[in-house]
């Protein structure tokens, strides 16, 4: 298990459009992350979404589940219930400035496929990939 810290990050755009981006994911996610493929999100209580999705990884379609709990305006929690990052929980919070938001995630980290020495490079290449892909596709909302 890896305990990670990933600060510094910002989006150019106020909180309010950062969590209609967050709802984009469930109609617009093969948009937003193209590499997510067989896409389902639904909503599984109140400010709870489970979402799943399938990439390619090694040449085999590999399954993705997570369990998010959404806290507006402070942020989500997630949980990997299946694939490279089962077991791990996560923290995304959110914290507006002017006209930017800034992203921290925090979290405890395994996998049952990534050895523990090359975890932390994984989970970081995984979020900067996905917050690339978030901050391409927030330039093209309006």
Do not use: C
């Amino acid at each position: 298990m890896v305990f990670i810290l990933d600060d510094g990050a910002y989006f150019n755009a106020p909180l309010d459009k950062i969590w209609k981006l967050l709802e984009a994911h469930g109609a617009d996610g093969p948009k937003i992350h193209p590499d997510d493929k067989n896409q389902k999100m639904e909503m599984a209580a109140d400010n709870v979404m489970v979402a799943e999705w399938e990439n390619v990884v090694g040449g085999r379609a590999v399954k993705t589940k997570v369990r998010f709990s959404l806290y507006p305006p402070l942020g989500t929690a997630g949980e990997f219930l299946e694939g490279p990052f089962a077991g791990s929980k996560f923290f995304n919070i959110y914290t507006p400035k002017n006209q930017r938001t800034y992203i921290t995630a925090v979290g405890e980290w395994k996998s049952p496929s990534i050895p523990e020495g090359k975890l932390k490079k994984a989970v970081l290449s995984m979020l900067d990939k996905e917050f690339g892909e978030d901050v391409a596709y927030l330039k093209t909302m309006r």
